[in-house]
């Protein structure tokens, strides 16, 4: 019963910021990792930020520098902060996660429904 439900996406001008957030829901259990993947119509989805129960972090190249993906452990909860925004940003974005619940090597992994985010020059 475990989702993780993607809030924030919208439509903002260029140079413009956004914050996603992805909040996991239906268990009392942390992600190990947690990451934002985008994917624009006719490309593949790929991987944006990544985020791991320690707070390391990983950023693709083309956002490094504008986006800050940090999490809430608490909360069970990402961010995704995305400043200097660029219509080359313009995509659907997803909400990951993964857990080896027994440290074993068997991983779960999660998806969001995804939140659009949009772009204008």
């Known amino acids: 019963q475990v989702q993780l439900v993607e809030s924030g996406g919208g439509l903002v001008q260029a140079g413009g910021s956004l914050r996603l957030s992805c909040a996991a829901s239906g268990t009392i259990f942390s992600f190990n990792a947690m990451g934002w993947y985008r994917q624009a119509p006719g490309n593949q989805r790929e991987l944006v930020a990544l985020?791991?129960?320690?707070?390391?972090?990983n950023y693709a190249d083309s956002v490094k520098g504008r986006f800050t993906i940090s999490r809430d452990n608490a909360k069970n909860t990402v961010y995704l902060q995305m400043n200097s925004l660029k219509p080359e940003d313009t995509a659907v974005y997803y909400c990951?996660?993964?857990?080896?619940?027994?440290?074993?090597?068997?991983?779960?992994?999660?998806w969001g429904q995804g939140t659009q985010v949009t772009v204008s020059s």
């Open positions: 985020i791991s129960s320690g707070g390391k972090t």
């Open positions: 990951k996660g993964a857990r080896d619940p027994l440290r074993d090597g068997t991983v779960y992994v999660y």
